[in-house]
């Protein structure tokens, strides 16, 4: 039992406990207090995400939780998914009114995170499940926050009935597999199995409960519906967190167990990563709603992670690692660009970006840097994201695959361009936009990394397929 | 080794890229100096590779190399060989006179020279990458900030919408400056991607016969790939480069495009970056997998003569003077595909020099019709007539460049022209000579028939005052008419090294 192991864990516990005992003892009155209150909340993470440099790798706690490099990898990308979402909230919930409700904001923000961190370090069937209920409910009470907005309920609906459901389906995977195993530890689930053929429907039950936490083909519909209702920078949490874990889950699950029992299920996947980069990439060429096209293109850019899963090798796993890294700093940029918009009154629309390179320079051109990150194009880090799937995909043979991949990433790139064309080239004088202070520099933060990270890769690389040796 | 001048030929537009970032908008002037600054180092450079570059020695000098993620074999690893000399030669003359002709802009100059700097840095990238994945990265660069050059400083022509298809011009709004621009970048983009794909290839059956995959050009040219996948993979430079190099038929995004372009922007683009998608065909195509060159060399002929006869066609339709020139552009790159594919010394030389004449006469004729516009505001042709009396040096200019584009004899053009049509004759194909005949001849028609429309006639009452060109304008014109005569007098000034450089080409072909 090494406290090393839930070290994080414990940490941001405790954060929890003491962001609710202040809100509590503090009152809710001042705005003074709640931003100290999120002060709070940041700097906690930043100092959990700071610490966990330190924090070595490959302890156990028990048995049913190890912290591996792989899943402390994951849980730098959620502890820094969290501190950017914290910093970028407060102006956001204040100038839509739900300032008074932080208190709840921030405690169910590091619950999730919580869940989400135990379930990558999770080893067993039973915890796995409690990690995935722990990273999901909170997420949809904080989908209702803006609960004063007509369509807040709707996103938030959506997002518990689709989200209960996948719970439902996983826990009867999860049974099928204690069925077929006779033990809820994976790794002490014998070689030769009495009922091996249970595996195939059990499997299918997984895919599916995390399909739909993932938002891969064909479990995506809740996707737009829910960022479009819920609070920007929440949307870009929930963009970025449980699809990291989730699919960081699903990794070791395909090492630890399925490529075991059932070695066809990387052709499932391979098909399944066909098809969520093309309905991703095509549904969102028409949308005009930033959100909603940004939600589109989460799902295509989902796909291609699962391309690295069908990729089946620990390379594929660094990889998508990797990528995750160049999408937490890209797709959390462009929500919080978004949110940031949001803030300032302009609807989160392509008529609302219009101009902006007048209205607010450096956010276009922050905004720029994350597009282009996500459409893969080349200086910026996505693009190396992008390459390094395609590559690992190559590697194992799946060129058609790859050619499917970069095909559909021009296609992403015309709605990219699109909202890049509406900030840069449309001429039409709208009001200044006055980016509050926190959004600017969580924005400013990613679009560094961004940046930076496209010129000097290694930077993430390295760690990231350091991080998979021990697969 | 020793020297940098291929890194300060990048870095240059890079620098003033960066320093452009910080000079405020209004500081036109200071916006245009450090413009015309970073385009004279590359100048300086290009002059020093002609001149120091040796001819005995041959193969790829001025090398400069190191590791970048030595863990995928991707490494900075810059050098030039007589063909690309030539190249760097043409794209930094290009820069200069792009910047020169966009003097007068007066409209965002901050954002546009600063992409038109990234752009340039991109070309200059390609010519000069031996990594292949480096190589790819600029090819990138090159490629996007055209969406941006045309939709902000691009025009629009008035679609007459015509014919039975009329409405899904209409539909998808066919000559408005935003759908060239995206279905150029589209177009392009789309091409990468087989680039890409084709670049993995090669890099995972690298890594079969080397103890490292890599991207290294020299290290895989030792490789002898398998000769269906070489197969497969010169298909895909083939069709990624020449999307960007024109062939047919994906050449439709390049009238679009250009004609909707800005001067500086078709320049570059025309004059520059389809000799970029050439390039790729010969260098990653042809020079890379040379057995599946040899066995596909039919197609890429074939594809090319009716590139030339297809071009000048649909050039000769045309009443938009934009698109006119941009479609002779369409016929022109067959020219250069054309001599690639001949694989005799005679005809690839004719290709890489084609290269750079075409660069620069077409250059010269958008640069003419976008000062025709800018001054008459028109673009039909039809609409136009004794432009010559007003314009008198525009019109000589005009002529020069048109007499160039249909291979006169004492212009560069026809040195080239006359080299691939050579070339095709010795070649395995002698009869793709007579398509390509005949497009010379349609070009010679189209070429006489717009300058007569533009420029020749009675003066025009509908266009009392057109000036000529004014003060700057005129340092395009002339470097670019002069460059046209000095190459049409003097080919060795490049031919000499270019020579040296598709001598090793042909070794490496096997011929």
New interface residues.
Partial sequence: MDWNAVALEVGVLALAAVVLAVDLVAGRGTRGSRKSLYGLAFLGLVGLLAYSFRLPAGVAFTPALVQDAFALFVKKVLLAAAALTVLATYPYADRRGWARRSGEFLVLLLFATLGGMALVSAQEFLTLFVAFELLSLPLYSLAAIEKSRPESPEGAMKIFLFGSVSSAVLLLGLGLIWAATGTTFWHEAPSILPHANLFVPAIALVLVGFGFKVAMFPFYMWVPDTYEASPTPLVAFLSVAPKAAGIAALFRLDFEVFSLHAPDVTRWIAILAALTMISGNLLALPQTNLKRLLAYSGVAQIGYVLLALASGSRFGAGMALFFFVAYLFSNMGAFLAVAALEAAGDEPTLHGARNLIRRSPVLAAAFLAFLLSLGG???VLGFWGK?YV??AA??AGL?GL??LG??L??VA??YY?NV??AM??VRDDGPAVAVPGAILLAVLLCAVLVVAGGLV??VF?EPA?AAVRGF | MGDHLLSITLLSPLLGALVLLFVPYRAARTLRAVAIASALPPLGVAVALVARYDLAAGGFQFAENFPLLPSLGISIHLAVDGISIALVVLTSIIYLTAITTTWYLAEREKEFYLFLALLVAGVFGVFVSLDLFLFFLFYELAVLPMYVLIGIWGSSMEVPGRGPFAWTYRAVRVGIKEYGAMKLTLYLLAGSAFILVGLFLVWVESGRVLPQATFDFMELQTVAFPRGTAQIAFLLFYVGFGVLAGIWPFHTWSPDGHAAAPAAGSMMHAGVLMKLGAYGVLRVGFQLLPEAAADLAWLVGTVAVVNIVWGAMAAGWQKDIKYLIAYSSVSHMGVVMLGLATLTAAGVQGSVFQMVAHGIMTALLFTLVNLVYGKSHVRDMTKMGGFGHRMPGMAAFFVIAGLSSLGLPGLAGFVAEFLVFLGTWTSAHPWWLFPALIGAFVTAVYVLRAVNRIFLGPPNPDFPDLPDAHRVEWVTLVVLGGMLIVLGFWPRLLLDSIRVGVGEFLLRMGV
């Fill in positions: 194009i080349p200086f390459m395609f590559l190559g590697r060129w790859v050619f970069a095909v990433a021009v790139l015309y361009l890049a064309r840069f080239i890769p290694q690389v397929l």
